[in-house]
């Protein structure tokens, strides 16, 4: 299988080398990722000024490429300037710290796996527990379970899969779990720094209306996620029910 790996942590992140290593040992792997760390920059690209990107050797045998721009650009520079044909798979992370419930809106990991459907090619989200010690667990259920993962993914891959990961420890991990998307409030927490402005601090997250079908509670109860998403953002129940109203011109 021809996979290509993006992230919004940065090429140099061990989730994303580590990953490709494990991969590379059964498939054809490319790695395309940001500079920079690029965490929260949700679906953003480019649209005036440059993008650029070069060849870096970080990992032996796979070749990987940094650009100067957000994790969608990072997928739309690889399908449209690095690869020679579209891959048959676009994982995104592994990104250190968890990407649930509402998180997903500002996620450069999922949103870079969401521009991969937007070219039409399947893909994947994976993220992590921000504490857990290192990516070999996460990267080892991957591997496990790619072929899996792969087949539940339609056809026309307008859904991509958005996989959480709680845990390493497999005595406190309760199973996998096939999940909606839940709600997530942020803490919102800004500082005034003299001569600076208010600096954002990192912020914690509080889980909101969520019941045992949602990401967020199954996670926060030591479950291993999958969330099918995708871009269609169409409410159909209220489309339904309001579009015969009539408006004055």
Not at 111 to 136: R, T
Not at 141 to 168: E, G, H
Not at 197 to 212: E, I, P, Q, S, V
């Amino acid at each position: 299988m021809n996979i290509l790996l993006v992230n919004d942590d940065g090429i140099y992140s061990n989730g994303i080398l580590r990953l490709a290593e494990k991969l590379a040992k059964m498939h054809n792997v490319t790695v395309v990722a940001p500079q920079n760390q690029m965490s929260g920059t949700g679906h953003s690209m480019t649209l005036y000024g440059y993008v650029n990107f070069s060849k870096i050797n970080i990992l032996n045998g796979i070749e990987c490429y940094i650009v100067s721009g957000t994790p969608a650009d990072c997928v739309k520079v690889a399908v449209n300037l690095i690869l020679t044909e579209k891959p048959d798979l676009i994982i995104s992370g592994i990104n250190k710290g968890f990407n649930l419930g509402t998180d997903i809106v500002y996620s450069g990991t999922v949103n870079s796996a969401l521009e991969g459907a937007v070219h039409g090619i399947k893909a994947i989200a994976v993220s992590q527990e921000y504490g857990i010690k290192d990516f070999e667990f996460s990267s080892e259920f991957v591997v496990k379970n790619l072929q899996k993962l792969f087949s539940l993914l339609p056809d026309d891959a307008q859904t991509v899969l958005n996989i959480n990961i709680p845990s390493d420890d497999v005595n406190t991990i309760k199973g996998v779990k096939i999940a909606k998307i839940g709600r997530k409030l942020f803490k919102e927490n800004y500082a005034f720094e003299e001569n600076l402005g208010f600096r954002a601090h990192c912020r914690t997250t509080l889980a909101d209306n969520t019941t045992d079908e949602d990401d967020v509670w199954l996670y926060d109860n030591g479950y291993i996620t999958i969330s099918p998403v995708k871009n269609d953002w169409n409410d159909q129940k209220i489309y339904t029910t309001i579009k015969k109203e009539e408006f004055k011109i």
